[in-house]
C-alpha cells in the first residue's frame, strides 16, 4: 500500500469519526431545544392556573427563553428566567450525568445540551441547570428543584406537573414561604441609615 493510500484510508475513518461526532452534538443540542420548548409551555400553563389561583403572573417568552415573575401581594415578587443556551458539550458534573457515564470519559454519546434558569434573588450566575442528553433524558439540579429526571417525550401531564414543582417554588420567593425567607444581612447599618428611613439590610434564606 502507497503512502496516498495509507492516508486516505485513515483520513476516511477520522472523516467518519468527525461525522458521528458532530451528529451527537447536534442532536443533544436539538434535544435541549425541544425539551425547553416543552418546559416553557408547561411554564406559561401552570403560571396562568396559578392567575386563576389568585397570584399576579407576568411572562414573558423569547425565541429561546421565558421569564416569569410572580407577585404574591404587598409588594412581594420573585422572578426567573430560564433559557436554552447554544452549543454541546461533554457533561462531567456528576449530580447531572447520565448512568452509563463516568466524569473520566468524554464520549461525545455523553454530550449535552444545557438550559439554565436565573433569579435575582440567588445571585448573577445560574441557580438551575438542565443537562439534555442526544436520547432525549434530561437531568437537572438547582434551586427551583435540586433533583429531578425525566425525558424529553414524557407526557404532558408528567413535565406539567414538574413545572408546577418549579413555578411553586418561585412563589415560594416571592411569599417567603415553603422554607424560604430572609435573613438580616451582614454590614452596617448607622443612625444615619435610621434618620434617613433606609431599611435594615437583608438577603434571601434559602432551606438546605
Not at 447599618?189 to 435610621?194: D, K
Amino acid at each position: 500500500m502507497t503512502f496516498e493510500d495509507a492516508a486516505l484510508t485513515r483520513l476516511r475513518r477520522y472523516r467518519g469519526e468527525a461525522d458521528g461526532s458532530l451528529e451527537n452534538l447536534r442532536r443533544a443540542e436539538g434535544a435541549a431545544r425541544k425539551f425547553s420548548e416543552r418546559l416553557f409551555e408547561g411554564l406559561e400553563y401552570t403560571s396562568s392556573l396559578a392567575e386563576e389561583a389568585g397570584f399576579e403572573m407576568e411572562v414573558s417568552r423569547g425565541e429561546a427563553s421565558i421569564s416569569i415573575r410572580a407577585a404574591a401581594g404587598a409588594g412581594e415578587s420573585a422572578e426567573a428566567t430560564f433559557a436554552a443556551v447554544p452549543g454541546a458539550a461533554a457533561e462531567t458534573d456528576e449530580d447531572l450525568m447520565h448512568e452509563e457515564l463516568s466524569r473520566y470519559s468524554l464520549d461525545p454519546s455523553g454530550y449535552t445540551g444545557r438550559i439554565l434558569g436565573w433569579t435575582p434573588e440567588a445571585g448573577e450566575g445560574p441557580c438551575q441547570i438542565f443537562a439534555v442528553y442526544r436520547d432525549g433524558t434530561w437531568k437537572t439540579k438547582g434551586l427551583f428543584v435540586a433533583k429531578a429526571r425525566g425525558k424529553v417525550d414524557d407526557t404532558d401531564e408528567i413535565t406539567n406537573g414538574f413545572c408546577l414543582r418549579i413555578l411553586g417554588r418561585l412563589i415560594d420567593l416571592a411569599a417567603l414561604t415553603g422554607g424560604a425567607g430572609r435573613k438580616w444581612a451582614e454590614g452596617e447599618y448607622t443612625l444615619r441609615n435610621l434618620e434617613e428611613g433606609r431599611a435594615f439590610p437583608t438577603e434571601p434564606r434559602f432551606p438546605r
